[in-house]
């Protein structure tokens, strides 16, 4: 089941809805770097280019998977 969150990001509020499992992985990832959830998805952000921002989010999930993180 898809959950949606939102954000602030570069002062616009934007919505994001990804699996619970995937929500999960980036708040470990965003506690392991001493972030908050949104200073994180900030961070992704920032880096994504032109990819949508979800696809970014579970792409970062997927690294720390793999341990490319």
Not at 1 to 18: C, Y
Not at 38 to 48: F, G, H, L, N, Q
Not at 49 to 58: D, E, M, Q, W
Request: glycine residues 4%; hydrophobic residues 45%.
């Amino acid at each position: 089941m898809l959950k949606k969150r939102s954000f602030s990001l570069s002062r616009h509020r934007t919505s994001v809805a990804l699996e619970e499992e995937f929500w999960a992985v980036l708040e470990q990832l965003a506690e392991k770097r001493g972030k908050s959830l949104s200073a994180y998805v900030t961070e992704i952000d920032k880096k994504r280019g032109a990819r949508p921002l979800a696809s970014a989010l579970r792409l970062a999930a997927l690294a720390a998977a793999r341990g490319q993180d």
